[in-house]
């Protein structure tokens, strides 16, 4: 993991270094970019990339701020890329995923260099622990852990699962959250995160840089999932961002690989009313873009300008593109 994280590194570095360096805009191009975690610890190898510290996002972003245009996510997917930017400088989008406890003190740093994000939101996740759809979606996230490691639920088999947590009593439900112990990092690496409750996104969310949308309710990767247990991740989490007052018509999968989405959800979003969804593939994002198929590259713990350049630029739709996928 740590060669893959420095090689990355490098990757982005050179690909500034190289291509991008004497570029001034992206055209009618823009990138997406997205953190996950922050922290004010030492980041002991091997974190997945996921967490960042202050310091970095510190000096990321003023290099944002200074040679980029950060646009508010949905302004820019309903204007942007639909017609020839008359910006100067390259546009990017930025979002965190999970709604983790460490975003409110990373807000500053948002709001220092007025930078607008989304938080896309495992809604179900970030419930009160007393309340039913909060431990049924806590349970329902860890679902893997009920069963022998070794045993490969159907899709029926799944759907039978759901269906008896969603209608279990408040008291099953407990015992059943009993059975799981803790969450561990090895298993459950969301779960284990202390995240943001809903009181707190909502205070968040009045910020006006700050924009909330769905990133489902437990968390799960999607194409795993019956179409009932599907349906109610993308259904009751809407709500939730709606009531939220946050922009409904946007999503992000859980995951977010080629592989933790297909046609199927890709149809009950649609039916649901989403426009745009995005994945954790690096695609550029463009006018002729899959509007529910859209890229993010993942910010890493470097602060060096040629990385955060690189990154900006695109360097990871070329490195996704070398990796074939």
Request: contains cysteine; aromatic residues 14%; hydrophobic residues 35%.
């Amino acid at each position: 993991m740590i060669d893959n994280l420095k090689l990355r590194n490098v990757f982005s570095s050179l690909a500034y270094r190289i291509f991008f360096s004497k570029k001034k805009s992206l055209k009618n191009k823009v990138v997406a970019l997205d953190y996950h975690y922050f922290t004010d610890n030492p980041i002991i190898y091997p974190k997945l990339g996921l967490e960042v510290s202050y310091s970095a996002l510190d000096k990321q972003l003023k290099i944002f701020s200074e040679f980029f245009e950060p646009l508010e996510t949905d302004f820019a997917l309903r204007t942007f890329v639909k017609k020839k930017s008359n910006n100067s400088k390259p546009g990017i989008l930025i979002s965190i995923d999970d709604a983790d406890k460490s975003i409110k003190y990373a807000l500053k740093y948002f709001i220092k260099y007025q930078i607008p994000i989304t938080l896309f939101v495992p809604v179900g996740l970030c419930i009160d622990k007393n309340e039913e759809d909060g431990i049924k979606s806590r349970i329902l996230c860890r679902y893997r852990e009920l069963f022998p490691s070794s045993e490969r639920l159907t899709l029926n088999e799944k759907s039978k699962f759901f269906d008896r947590i969603i209608n279990s009593s408040f008291q099953e439900l407990y015992e059943y959250e009993l059975k799981l112990g803790s969450p561990k990092k090895e298993n459950n690496i969301t779960a284990s995160r202390e995240l943001l409750s809903l009181k707190e996104i909502e205070e968040i969310s009045k910020n006006p840089l700050v924009t909330i949308a769905s990133h489902s309710m437990s968390h799960n990767s999607l194409a795993e999932l019956p179409d009932n247990w599907l349906k109610w991740e993308i259904k009751k989490s809407k709500q939730y961002i709606k009531d939220l007052q946050g922009k409904y018509d946007l999503f992000a999968y859980p995951f977010g690989h080629n592989q933790s989405y297909n046609l199927k959800v890709k149809k009950i979003l649609q039916e649901e009313g989403i426009k745009y969804a995005f994945t954790t593939s690096s695609k550029i994002i463009e006018k002729n873009s899959d509007l529910l198929s859209l890229g993010r590259a993942p910010m890493l713990n470097f602060d060096n300008k040629d990385y955060v350049f690189g990154s900006a630029y695109g360097a990871f739709h070329y490195w996704d593109k070398i990796l074939q996928r």
